[in-house]
C-alpha cells in the first residue's frame, strides 16, 4: 500500500511537471477495476517472486509496440507512449515460472518490429536491447493471476503487441497468436 502511494505521489507530480500527459495519469495511478479485483482476491504471491508493473509502450510514427517494466530513458522524447498497464511480472524466477523475452524481428528492416515471446531463441529472430528479459511469468493459472497473449494485425503494418483480451481488444484485423503466461494482476 506505501508503494502504490508513493508511486502515485510521483505520477501527480510527473504530471504537474508536465511529463505525464492527462491521459496518461490514470493509468499511472492504476486502474480502478484491477483495484477492485486485487481487492477481492487473496493470494500469496509464490516465494522468489518479486512483483513489478509491466507496461505496453506505443510509437505512432513507427507503429509498434513493445511491453516492457518500464519505459527506457529517452523514449519518451524518441516518440514512444504509455498504452497502459498490463498487470504484473516477477523481476526474479519463483516456482513454477518460465522467462519472457523482448525480442525483435530481424526480417523486416529497417523497420525493428518488436515482440514478446516465451522462446530463449526469440522465434528465430533477435533479442532486442541484446538478450532482454522481460521478467518471470507463471506457467500456471494461480489465483491473483490472467492469461498474457500476444496479438498480431498484420494487415496493418504488422504489429505485435501483447494484451489480457483473447479477443485481441477488438482490433481491427487483429489476430491471436498465442498464450505467453500468466501474469498477476
Not at 504509455?82 to 524481428?105: K, T
Not at 518471470?136 to 496493418?156: A, E, K, N
Request: proline fraction near 7%; charged fraction near 20%; hydrophobic fraction near 30%.
Amino acid at each position: 500500500m506505501l508503494k502504490r502511494y508513493l508511486f502515485s505521489i510521483l505520477a501527480v507530480a510527473s504530471f504537474a511537471a508536465g511529463s505525464v500527459a492527462a491521459q496518461d495519469l490514470d493509468t499511472y495511478l492504476g486502474n480502478p477495476q484491477l483495484d477492485d479485483m486485487q481487492s477481492e482476491q487473496s493470494f500469496q504471491v509464490p516465494e522468489g517472486a518479486y512483483l513489478v508493473p509491466l507496461y505496453r509502450f506505443y510509437h505512432r510514427g513507427a507503429n509498434d509496440r513493445v511491453t516492457a517494466r518500464e519505459l527506457p530513458y529517452g523514449w519518451q522524447e524518441a516518440g514512444w507512449r504509455l498504452e497502459g498497464q498490463l498487470g504484473y511480472i516477477s523481476y526474479y524466477p519463483f516456482e513454477g515460472h518460465h522467462v519472457l523475452y523482448s525480442c525483435q524481428r530481424s526480417d523486416i528492416m529497417p523497420r525493428q518490429e518488436k515482440f514478446s515471446s516465451p522462446d530463449p531463441g526469440c522465434e528465430g529472430h533477435n533479442y532486442y536491447g541484446g538478450g532482454y528479459i522481460t521478467g518471470y511469468v507463471s506457467s500456471f493459472h494461480i489465483p491473483g493471476t490472467v492469461m498474457l497473449y500476444r496479438c498480431d494485425t498484420p494487415r496493418y503494418g504488422d504489429d505485435h503487441f501483447d494484451t489480457t483480451d483473447p479477443n485481441c481488444e477488438g482490433k481491427p484485423g487483429a489476430i491471436l497468436e498465442g498464450p505467453l503466461g500468466y501474469i498477476f494482476i
